[in-house]
């Protein structure tokens, strides 16, 4: 496709529930970025793929939360036994490069509610 | 901590008139700044950025001004379009090993009225 996919575009999960996010880059692009965007806030970065090198994934809260890129292209972010407080769009960017700005793209992100 | 935010968290204007969005950010570490338009229900997409080694920045009907002394930066849209309206983000770029990273402001909400 012509920019970034993710699916689902809503998530609805129970307390407890495990979650998979996944996130259908540009092709060819090598960096990929997850964000995390609270109701009213500004995105907060999650975590960070060269290919499929995870370089930086400090942003992720807690050990629930698990990302990976296998193959260099497609990623999916995993949230285990999710809680109330992960409610919140999850964002997924790409770019030809490392650094973030006209290079990258975001995709329309996953809504994730959890009741 | 050091954090980038917002003057206004709204701002409504009409149609036609210039808007002026700010942003203030704490980190002098910072090397490249960026506004960002988010539409409801979609992902932010890139407006202008600029550099920290400048001061002014002008795109199409919309110009980024930088004042690192007071550590300020402001997106200026020119004769604001319905279309406009949106949540305007600003963010930042530490320089150094994580220069992958952006930290965003909390958004300004645009309404244009018609």
């Known amino acids: 496709g012509a920019g970034v996919s993710q699916s689902p575009r809503y998530k609805v999960a129970k307390r407890g529930q495990d979650v998979a996010l996944r996130c259908d880059p540009i092709s060819g692009h090598v960096s990929l970025f997850w964000y995390q965007q609270a109701l009213g806030q500004g995105p907060e970065f999650l975590t960070y793929?060269?290919?499929?090198?995870?370089?930086?994934k400090s942003g992720l809260p807690s050990d629930r939360f698990f990302a990976e890129r296998p193959e260099g292209s497609v990623s999916t972010l995993k949230i285990q036994r999710t809680q109330q407080e992960d409610s919140a769009v999850y964002l997924c960017?790409?770019?030809?490069?490392?650094?973030?700005?006209?290079?990258?793209?975001f995709g329309q992100g996953t809504r994730l509610t959890v009741v | 901590g050091e954090n980038v935010g917002l003057h206004l968290p709204t701002l409504s204007v009409q149609e036609g008139d210039n808007s002026i969005i700010n942003c203030a950010y704490s980190n002098s570490a910072s090397d490249y700044f960026i506004w960002y338009k988010q539409e409801s229900g979609k992902g932010p997409q890139f407006i202008i950025d600029?550099?920290?080694?400048?001061d002014k920045r002008q795109g199409q009907r919309v110009t980024v001004l930088l004042n690192k002394t007071v550590k300020h930066l402001s997106l200026q849209i020119a004769a604001t379009q319905p279309g406009d309206s949106a949540v305007y983000f600003c963010a930042e770029r530490r320089s150094g090993g994580s220069n992958y990273k952006l930290t965003f402001g909390k958004g300004t909400l645009l309404t244009v009225n018609p």
């Open positions: 793929f060269q290919n499929e090198a995870q370089l930086d």
């Open positions: 600029i550099r920290s080694n400048m």
């Open positions: 960017a790409s770019s030809l490069t490392p650094s973030p700005g006209l290079e990258a793209f």
